[in-house]
């Protein structure tokens, strides 16, 4: 339905005009309009970045071959992971 509102917004239609022309209702047709909106306002800009913060899980464990074991908090510096991992 969203490929249908997108193609009326590109039209210089009128909504019943256009519902009539596509068999929809124009209350069917003003309800996914209004989904489309309101899912249309909540993404990001297209070519935008949105921030993304890692968090380590809640009992995270690294366990190496010769049996030493290193328990890690979610507040752990990821750079100090990092160097553990590669420690193995």
């Known amino acids: 339905m ?11 239609e009128s ?3 256009f519902c009539n022309r596509h068999d ?6 003003s ?10 306002r909540a993404m990001p800009a297209s070519g935008s970045f949105i921030g993304l913060q890692p968090q380590l899980p809640e009992g995270l464990e690294i366990l190496y071959p010769n049996g030493v074991r290193i328990r890690l908090t979610p507040d752990s510096p990821l750079a100090e992971v990092q160097a553990l ?3 193995a």
Do not use: G
């Open 2 to 12: 969203f490929t249908l509102i997108k193609s009326w917004e590109s039209s210089q």
């Open 15 to 17: 909504q019943a005009h």
């Open 24 to 29: 929809v209702t124009l209350s069917t047709f």
């Open 31 to 40: 309800y996914w309009r209004t989904k489309y909106r309101k899912e249309k």
């Open 85 to 87: 991992i590669h420690m």
